[in-house]
Structures are given as C-alpha cells and as structure tokens.
C-alpha cells in the first residue's frame, strides 16, 4: 500500500437552482471572464440565457469563445490563450461536457505562458504548468469527471495525437456546479458514451493487483453499481433526477483522485482510445465500451482471475461458489451485455468504420514503444491483438 | 433529494514517513507555531520529538501548550486562545486524535475574538466565526474524523454542557497529516471506542428515510464494512497496517461532509451521547455504542422497518428471503454482537457506574427541549426511555 496525497480543493455546488451563487463566486476572482462553450445546446436549453444573465447581474464583463469541439483539439487552446492575453481575463468560466472543461484549463495554462500551449502535452517537451487562471465550470454532461479533477485532453490533428496530462491542484476548477437536471436534454447515445466512460474509469483503477486499501474497493463497487443502477433508467427516462443525479455525482468521484488512494498503477483502456479518437475522431465513450471486454478477455489468466471474482461476484452479483475462471467469463460477459445490449453502443471497430490501417502506429503510439503498464503489462503487439478482437 | 455544497479543502498526506513535508506546510502559513496535545504518549512514542525536530529543522518558533484531556474542556480553549494572543501565534499544530483537535479548532477561533470562547458553543449565544487561525494537525487516533471536518465539541464542566458546532470551511483544517502506524501503540479500548464513534458516524447518517443517492448508500455500507471487518484485525494485531490504515481512512470519510449529500435529518446518538459525557466524562465512543443498539431498537416500526433491512442484508449479509422485521431484529443483533462481544465494550450503563439520577435533565438537554429531529423523532419522554433500556 502506498502512501498519497489527497487533495481535492473543488468547491461543489450540487443541485437544482443552484446558479444563483454564480456571480458571487465568479467575483472572489476577478471581473473579466471569459465564458467558453461547445455548439449551440446550451442556447436552446436555456443554459446561455440564465447563465449570462447571472455574470451581468454581478457586474461583471463578459467576453466569449464558443465552437469547443468534442474531442477538443490544440487549435482552440491556442485561440483561448490569445484572447485571454489580449482581453486580460481574470477568470475563465467552461459551461459544458468534459471537452469544455479540457480545452479551458489548457487555455487557462497557455494565458499564463508565452509558448505554445501544446508544449505543455507534447511528450517531448512537457513544458512545466506552474500557473493557470482560476477555471470555474457549469457542468452539462455527466461523464469525464474534468469537474474534479486536475486533468485535460487535447487532440493535435495534424500530429494525429490526443495527449492528456494531471497537473493537480493547478488545473483542478475552482467551482463546479452540478444540476443534473441539466443533463435532461443529454441524447441517448451520449448518456450511454457518458456512462461507459465512467464505468471504464472505475475499472481502470478497480482492475488492480496492489495491495489496496479495502473501502476503497467497496465504494468502487458501489459506484460501479450505481452506474449500472442509473444509466438505463436515464435512457428510460431522460427527466428522471435520481438517475441524472446519480451518475452526475459519479462521474465526479470516479476520476478525482480519491479511488486511487496511492495505487500507482497505469490506465490501459484510456492511452488505447487516445489513439483511436486520434485517428477517427470518435465519441470517447463508444472507444472505451468497445475495448474494455476485449480487454477483460485479454489480460485474463490465472495472475489476474482473482480480481475478476471479486469484480463479479460484487458488482453483477455472480454465484460466488462457481469456479474462478467461470466467475471471470461470466463477469466479462455482464459487461458486454451492459455496455452493447442495455446502453446499445456499437460492439465493433468495423461497425463505426475502423480497420486495420493504423493498428500498427495506434498500438505503438498507445505503449509509447515501450509497455504500457497497467493491469497487465502490454506491448505494440497485445495491443495490436486486443485491437483485432475489435474488428 | 436535496441541494448541497461540497467542499472540503483539507490536504491529506496518507501513509508513512511523510512528517517530511510538515514543515514546509507550517511554513505557508507563518513561522511562530502553537503546538497543542495531550498527555505524554506522543513523548512516550517518539512521536513528539519527530515533529519538534521537523519544526526546528524549517527555522520556525515552536510553542507549546500540552495536557488537552479528553472530553476537552473549555478552559482549556481559553488557555489556548490567550497563548495565541500574547505569543502573537501564526498556525496551530494539533498532535492527537479528536479532543486535541477539537479543541485546537476553538482555540484557533477563540485567538481571533475578544470575548470568551465559549460564547461560540453557548446556544444562547452562537458568536460568529468569522476567522479562526490556520489549523494543520497530526492524527494519532481513528476516530472522531476531526481531521477532515470543521466541527469540534468541548465540554464546559461547570454547567455540565458538551457543545458542538460545524463551521466549514473556517474550522476545517488545512492540512492533516494521516500515518496508520502512529496508531500501532492505539490500546485495544480506545481502538475499541474509535471504532464504534466511526461506525455510529456512519449509521447516524445512513439510517434516514429521505430520498438519497444510492452511491453514497453504497459507499456507506462499505464504510460501515471496513469498519467491521478491520476494527477486530487491529484488536487482534495491533501493528496490522491494512488494518490501521483502513480504519483511519474510514474514519475521515465517515464524517468529512462527503456521505450526507445534501440530507438533512439530525443525528439521533450523539446529542444523547453528548449528555453522558457531559454528565459522566465517559470515553465517547463508548456512550455511543451502549447507545446505538437500543437507539436501533426504539426506532423500529413500520415506518422504518425498510431501513434496517436494507441495512442488515448489505452489512452484514443477512438472508434477505426472511420477514422484514426479522431481518431488522437480526441486524440489531448483529450491531449489539460486534460491539459487546468483537469489539468488547460494556454493555450498560449500570456497568459504568451511571445510574437514573440526571436521565431527566439529560434528556431535556439531548432534546434541547423539544424535539431531536432525527432518524425518528425523539422527545425527552422518548429519550428517557431509551437511556432506560441502557441501564
């Protein structure tokens, strides 16, 4: 068991009617604010109008970048960091997904520097984040968990790369607000990307063989459970709070750092869709519920079968007394049926368009030609293989 | 379903040997520290001179302020508040388990005042906590969670009243340093009584009919889990580090502000409790666990009776084929079990030495003469008849 640091300073403001503090805590950083957002949903739902009308009503000076792309890319970064120069913006407000939260806190570090902000994320150069304008948030979307942590992902389409990188507490929001009847207009397809996104990001610490600590198993069980619970019911009934609430407050606490509790073992499935977002530009979600069973399937041996039994028996309430190997297969299956039958995401890399011609580079860009070295260790050539069992 | 703020800024150090970075975290908030504790087992430990020598060794001015007892009393607030004031003190270090905390917290609020501390406490009055000194603490005890929340509890002995009050995040500490093995020399009682105010942390929140959200169920009953599962093992082996480590992680989480989620129902045990200690200077964690089970007990109806069984088939793993309230008497049972026999408490106020002579008075004081608005109503009538069922 490791030791760690715990340290998640966000300030949440869970709930409905909620955006009345909005104005107040936009303040306590300045009075320029730069308010960023995807497409024109938040328009339509009303969002933007009630939103703005809160940043007037404070008296504070509202200047604005829209079009953040999902999967959003190092161009955007860029355009952010110039207008906060030019405008001297005090503080950055994101209204939107994971892909909104991500590219501000990068446009928050790049107002602070004079290079390029993908030196930041080019793996050769990892330029230091030391500063970044304060990022408050109005979450749209229950997925990414970006709310809570310190974390952003950002796509370089003409290097074909989607680097990440945590820089906690410097890009960790300030405040967050969390209205899950905001998330009542979410699609179906995207409440079920958004769901296997949270799953894949509780599995990635869960599938673990480190000595751990025991309450943290338990609650990575109960919010693997709650997602399970809650996303069909969400499909089912798009206004039902409970299911929007649940898998809002998820989504958070599967990402910001308190599940890890000092195990230092790396993602797998993640660095694997960085690279196919890369190349095809897909939902992030339907990569992630693609490859995990494969994955599951893949790293499955007699090493790794015990965690697999625990995983089962716990979350999707297999007979415990069958045999291990069994528990496991039955637990892979569970998910596959979660993921492709009850949230109806595609199962294959042929259905959504992708073959074999980057298998090669994906595979080899993913282990960063090296291992990758997460549940079990992986090379370009697992990796190619896990791969294939997506076709 | 209620709204809710989160926001808990505490930074936790988890594990060993990380004493190392205590003093450049005292450093940011100032060079003349108070450090308070209680008797002389962190000198019996080492403890005390690891932490002076960290202090030293960061060039700050080290003040000290020992023998904070046990059910901390309010003059021993005063005292603290007026060393803050005449040594002119920049940051508190509390070295102990919750009374040491506790009281530092007041202390820390008391030196920004200049009327008596107890005027915070005195529900006649509720003085204002605008400020409070920085607070950074070394936990030595899993407990009370004082570590990660912004209440405290003193006791004043002349009016025979035990108080307590959250203010966060102006109490909340800055930065608590968690080390599992600084609990290896912890007696078997008070890992007992830690234990049972950890698990009764859980149920004061957990046993509750508002419409929730299951994740934080779920996470509930895992803390409750860890607590049943571990709190033996550290009996049994008092330098079992899985096991010390568990129960102290538990120990935070179960009172940090996290597993409310916007609830609002009182507690029920420990306003009574804190008549007990008030009264009897009993070991807090003790009162609760004479408490809890006939608390369990006198609540159980028709109403309620959903609770219990959800409670005893996910703790404790009762068949939950059987009749409701047999599934309900089988949890209270389970409860009275591990706390009279695993964990080896007393069982009753006649063994204790508290007899009927202030039920009365406690119980309009528990109630505050009124209603205790908790899990099930309680009025002095009814609170007298559960301290009856403890005799």
Known sequence: MHSFVYNVPVKVYF????LGHLGE?????????LMTYGGGSIKRSGLYDTIVAEIKQAGLELFELSGIEPNPRIDTVREGAKI???????????????STLDATKWIAAGACVDHDPW???????????EKALPVLDVLTLAATGSEMD??????????????????????LPKVSFLDPSVTYTVSKYQTACGSADILSHVMEQYFNLEPDLYMLDCFMEGLMKTVIKYAPMALAQPDNYEARANLMWASSWAINGFITGGKQQAWSCHPMEHELSAFYDITHGLGLAILTPRWMEYCLDETTVSKYVQFGVNVFGIDSSLDPMEI???SIK?????LYDTLGLKRTFTEI???RTHFQTMAKRACNNGTLPGFKPLKQSDIEKIFEMCL
Request: hydrophobic share 35%; proline share 4%; aromatic share 4%.
């Open 15 to 18: 709930g409905q009617n909620q």
């Open 25 to 33: 805590e936009l303040k306590r950083y300045g009075t320029r604010v």
């Open 84 to 98: 906060c120069k030019e405008k001297k913006i005090d503080v950055l407000l994101a209204v939107g997904g994971g």
């Open 119 to 129: 030196d930041f994320l080019d793996r050769s150069k990892l330029a230091p984040v």
């Open 150 to 171: 310190g974390g952003g992902v950002i796509t370089n389409p003409e290097t074909h790369e989607k680097l990440g990188r945590i820089v906690s507490p410097t890009l």
């Open 328 to 330: 496991a297969r039955q």
């Open 334 to 338: 569970a998910v596959s049926n979660f």
């Open 353 to 355: 368009g992708i073959d």
